[in-house]
């Protein structure tokens, strides 16, 4: 495909942490139309980390970097890049967990441990063993420490329940202007239609699609009050922090 505009920054970097949409996005960066108005070739961390372990060459979109902000900021970049990350509410990350864990994550290093014990418990007893797992693997400190990020010209917070909301366009339209990229607005709206959530899980919004519903919110309804106090004992203000309402907040609006 030919290049039709050429980035003006040198590379792009989509940093990322589970369950925060990170394959979708990388669907969309990786997608031709991108290079088409970029110039920029998809870098793929599984496929190259060998190679390039400390440093990712320029010329890229680097999408779904799992990595924390301590250590992409150690790592060598062009000084004439971009970066983002997209944050969910960590107790919608907490549900997707627990779903994808128990029966739609391709297997692969302890996910099958998991699975069994999950598909063993019942669900509340599940879901507490979720949320000590994702305090375990320090999803919930590497989560506290972008969100606390400078921000600054080179760096920027999005929010999953923008990007999927009803001004998707919009806000999608907004992370490329960030990252340098413009896509004309008929071509980013087909390339978000190619690569809806209704298309990437076939139309099934059962629980063992890997996509699931991608609904913002849906963590009210699966928490009841143990889940909810075994969460603030593993986060205690991350939901305040990355800018959520909770629970007492979004009670007091119900009560009005």
């Given amino acids: 495909m030919p290049v039709a505009t050429r980035c003006e920054y040198d590379a792009v970097y989509h940093c990322t942490l589970r369950k925060t949409a990170s394959q979708w996005v990388k669907a969309l960066l990786h997608d031709p139309v991108v290079y088409r108005y970029s110039g920029l070739l998809p870098f793929d961390q599984r496929v190259h980390r060998r190679r390039y372990p400390d440093a990712i060459p320029p010329g890229r979109v680097a999408s779904s970097l ?33 779903f994808s864990l128990r029966g739609s994550h391709t297997p692969m290093g302890d996910i099958l441990e998991h699975r069994k014990v999950l598909q063993e418990l019942p669900f509340k007893e599940g879901m507490i063993h979720v949320i000590g797992h994702l305090k375990e693997t320090w999803l919930f400190t590497q989560l506290r420490g972008w969100v606390t990020a400078p921000s600054d010209e080179t760096f920027r917070l999005f929010r999953y329940e923008d990007l999927i909301g009803e001004h998707q366009t919009d806000e999608m339209a907004e992370l490329m202007r960030h990252c340098g990229i413009s896509i004309p607005p008929p071509e980013l709206e087909a390339l978000l239609d190619r690569h809806s959530f209704s298309r990437k899980r076939g139309g099934d919004a059962g629980t063992l699609s890997h996509y699931r519903k991608g609904q913002a919110g849906d963590w009210r309804n699966h928490f009841d009050d143990d889940i909810y106090e075994a969460f603030i004992a593993a986060t205690g203000d991350l939901v305040e922090l990355c800018g959520y309402p909770s629970r007492e907040q979004l009670r007091s609006v119900e009560d009005v």
């Fill in 66 to 98: 799992f990595i924390s902000y301590k250590r992409f900021s150690a790592i060598r970049k062009p000084e004439n890049h971009r970066a983002f990350f997209i944050m969910r509410d960590p107790r919608d990350i907490v549900v997707s967990s627990y």
